[in-house]
Each structure stands twice: as C-alpha cells, then as structure tokens.
C-alpha cells in the first residue's frame, strides 16, 4: 500500500494561512486522529487540531474522497494559521502519526500515475508554479488544459491509422499487391511530416516564452552599452566609467517587456586585447551573442566610423544603436543610419544618458518581442525534451517515406517508432529516468 504523505503547500515563512496538505490510504485516519470528526468530503469544517492531548490550532479542514481528487487518492488539506510554530506542530504531527514527508512533486507525481494528469500537463503545472509572466501563465495554463497533449495524440493516432494500413500490407496475402496497399498509407504520412516540420519551426518560439526571449548588448570598448542597459532595467546593474574594457563578464538582466519574460545581457566590448581577463570575456560576449534571439551593436556615434567594423559581423535583423547622438554630427548619423537600414539593419539614433530615448527604444523593443513571440503560447514544445522527441519522430517518419516503396516492413517499424517518440512527451510510455527528472524539477508539496 502506497505511503500517505504530507507536505506544507504554501509557502514557507510568516503569513495569514498555510496550507498543509496530506494524500494517501491514511488520510481519513488521519483527519479523525487530529480532528475528530471528519468532515464530509468537498465540505470545510472548521476544527480544533489535537496532537498527544496538546492543541496545536483551530483550522479550516477540507477533505477530498479519491479518485475526485487532485493526486487521485483520498486526501486532505489543513487550512491553518501561518504561523511557523504551528505548521512545525502540525507537520510533526502529522510525522507522529506514520505519514511521510512528500518529495518535490509526489503529489503531482501521484495525479500522474493516477491518470488524472498526463506528463505534458504535469510540466504545465510546473510551469504555472514558475509563471512570472503574462505569456508565460497562458502557455502554462494551455499546457495543464492539454493544448500540448491533443496535439500530440491527434498526431499519434494519424500515425496508428498509418500503421494499420502499412501493416495491412504486410499481411497481405496476394505477392502482387503489396506496394499498392502500402501507398496508401503515403499521403497521411506526408501531411503529418508537414505539420511536424511547421511545429519544429516554432519550437524555439515557444521555448522562450517559457525560459526569455534573449537580447544582447555587443559593441566597441565605451560604445555605451552599460549605460543603455542600465537605462532600459532603470536601474545601475552594470558599472559604467569613461574606461574602455570596463565590463568584463556577461551580465543578465531578466525583465518584462510586453507582457514576456526577457533576458537582456551586457557584454564586454569587443577588441583585441592582450589581458587575459578581458580576452575571456570578450570570448564570452561573442557566444552569448551568437545564441541570442536579438542583437542590438552598439556604436559610439561620435567615432560612427567604428560602425565599419561591424561590416563582417552583422546580419540583416540585427538592430544598429547609433549611441551618443547628443555628442555626434547629425549628418554622420544620418549617412550611416541609411546605409545600414538599407543593408536590412534596423537602426535607432540616441543618447543611452538621456531617459526619454531610452523608453522610446524600451517601447520599440517590448512591439519587437510580442512580434516575435505572439501566437506562440501554445507550441508544440516548451521544453526541449519536447523538441528532442519530436525531431526523432519527424526522423523515422522520413525514413519510413522513404521505405515504404522498398522494404514495408522497415517503413511500418519506423512509424511504430516515430508514435513511440511521440508517446514519451505525454508520458504514455514513461521510462523511470525521464519521470524522476521532470518531478524533481517542483517544490515540495506541490
Ligand atoms: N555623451 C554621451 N556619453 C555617453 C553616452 N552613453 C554613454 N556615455 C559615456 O561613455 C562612456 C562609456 O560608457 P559605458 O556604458 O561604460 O560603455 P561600455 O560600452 O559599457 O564600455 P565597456 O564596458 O568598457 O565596453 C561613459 O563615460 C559614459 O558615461 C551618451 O549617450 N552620450
Ligand atoms: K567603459
Ligand atoms: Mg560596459
């Protein structure tokens, strides 16, 4: 018989209420060794809580008969005063009564094995919990709603009828007409790698919703790249002096913009340096850049010219910060701004000192992003375990188009394969390993 565990489900620390909560065969027990009487179910009731003739409180009791319940199991929640002497007696207690101290996601775990939640909603829940954002609550409530799992069961079951035709073929008594039954399985396998390859292309849209749609800050030594980050966090994160190679590390500063999670990073500026610690961090900045979703090159306007040496490093969509416009010639700005736009830069003339450029760019940066991403909040995949299975299925399904002319057999195991793939995102077939890294990832009592 299954352990009853208990877990605090709000947070730690001083507060109105907490919320303990308990799960398992022993919960009706329980409730009565502390409560006396128990409460029907779904019906709160407010008792005094009892421990070894010692009162502990008087709580909100709330209790719920399995399988209507959030793990499945019976269950039970003790709405008590936030105190932490309290919810120390109470969890001792509960400890003294033979329950367990549930591990990070048990409960959610037990939902799971219960069927009340498939992995891809047990993610989700996740994902809620960390929820900062807009964007990233309507991804996560998405994914806890299933928007993420039909999709992929549609995408199973199109694969299973695939199957069955394929497998048809292979059972085919009559030698001549093998081939003609197994293309019909074709077309069905066409339009699913069609829709997979479209879903492969916004995975990393949905990924940085859930992790930050990444913006880099590269340039020349004293381009004012730390001043222009400070001003669009509005706060001193990164040091500013008149020294060039000032910055030395990449400093992350995540933000909301537009309703989404931003990562913004201040990078060393970039130069040939004889200073092994500069020379690092000069290696640091081009990585993060490279991988960034956004770059903005800072330039120094009073030495536009430096802009030049920017020619073999950018790319069309990157954004072009003509930086110290209060200090610059107005016609140099102008010339190099034109130039660049039409090299399919995206350019903005400022000064990062003064606050109401700043916002402007703030502004043109928060439209940028809810391009970018709007419409992504319910990918394919928001994770890259998702992204992984899927591109292995999107492989077998190749392989299988390309044999299914050849060798049926071989096409019908990689179609067997490719829903097997697709199967793991939702945890129909659930290897240990990926169960204890997803559940691990939760706070306890959740
Ligand atoms: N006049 C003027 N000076 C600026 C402006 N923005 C930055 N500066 C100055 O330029 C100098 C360098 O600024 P930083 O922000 O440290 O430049 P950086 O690009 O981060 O420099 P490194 O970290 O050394 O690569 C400082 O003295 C800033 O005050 C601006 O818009 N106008
Ligand atoms: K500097
Ligand atoms: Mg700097």
Redesign the pocket.
């Known amino acids: 018989m299954a352990d009853t565990i208990f877990a605090l489900a709000t947070a730690a620390g001083r507060a109105a209420v907490a919320v303990v909560r308990i799960s398992g065969p022993a919960t009706l027990r329980t409730v009565e060794a502390l409560a006396g009487r128990a409460p029907a179910p779904r019906m709160a009731a407010l008792r005094k809580l009892r421990h070894d003739g010692v009162e502990l409180d008087e709580a909100l009791v709330l209790r719920f008969e399995g399988p209507a319940s959030y793990t499945g199991e019976d269950s039970a929640e003790f709405h008590v005063h936030g105190g932490r002497a309290v919810v120390e007696a109470l969890l001792s207690a509960l400890s003294g009564l033979g329950l367990r101290l549930a591990e990070p996601g048990e409960f959610t775990r037990r939902a799971f094995e219960n069927g009340k939640l498939d992995l891809a909603q047990a993610e989700g829940v996740a994902d809620l919990i960390d929820a900062e954002t807009e964007a990233q609550r309507r991804q996560a409530l998405g994914q806890v709603g299933g928007a993420l799992s039909q999709r992929y069961d549609r995408w199973r079951d199109l694969l299973v009828q695939s199957l069955a035709m394929l497998e048809a073929a292979v059972d085919f008594p009559d030698e001549d007409l093998p081939e003609e039954v197994a293309e019909r399985a074709r077309p069905g396998l066409r339009v699913l790698a069609e829709e997979l390859d479209a879903a492969l292309a916004d995975v990393s849209r949905g990924r940085r919703v859930r992790d930050g749609y990444r913006i880099a800050?590269v340039?020349?030594?004293?381009?004012?790249?730390?001043?222009?980050?400070?001003g669009l966090v509005e706060r001193d994160a990164?040091?500013?002096?008149?020294?060039?190679?000032?910055?030395?590390d990449v400093i992350e500063v995540p933000l909301v913009l537009g309703g989404y999670r931003v990562l913004i990073a201040?990078?060393?500026?970039?130069?040939e340096t004889e200073d092994a610690i500069e020379a690092e961090g000069v290696r640091r900045a081009r990585r993060w850049a490279e991988e960034a979703d956004l770059r903005l090159w800072?330039v120094?306007?009073?030495h536009v010219k430096q802009v030049e040496a920017l020619e073999s490093t950018v790319r069309p969509g990157d954004w072009l910060i003509l930086?110290?416009?209060?200090?610059a010639a107005a016609d140099a700005l102008e010339e190099a701004s034109a130039r660049w736009v039409s090299e399919g830069l995206v350019v903005r003339q400022?000064?990062?000192?003064?606050e109401g450029?700043v916002a402007e760019l703030r502004t043109d940066l928060a439209a940028h992003v809810i391009e970018a991403l709007s419409g992504a909040e319910f990918p394919a995949a928001t994770r890259l375990r998702h992204a992984e299975r899927l591109s292995e299925a999107r492989d077998y399904l190749a392989r299988a188009l390309s044999d299914i002319g050849l060798e049926v057999e071989l096409a019908a195991e990689d179609v067997r394969l490719a829903a097997r793939a697709l199967e793991k995102i939702t945890g129909r077939v659930d290897p240990e390993d990926v169960l204890g890294r997803v559940f691990s990832t939760f706070c306890i009592g959740k």
């Open positions: 800050l340039g020349a030594p004293n381009a004012g790249k730390s001043t222009l980050l400070n990164a040091i500013v002096t008149d020294t060039p190679g000032t910055t030395r201040d990078t060393a500026g970039l130069r800072v120094d306007g009073f930086n110290k416009a209060d200090i400022l000064a990062a000192r003064q450029a």
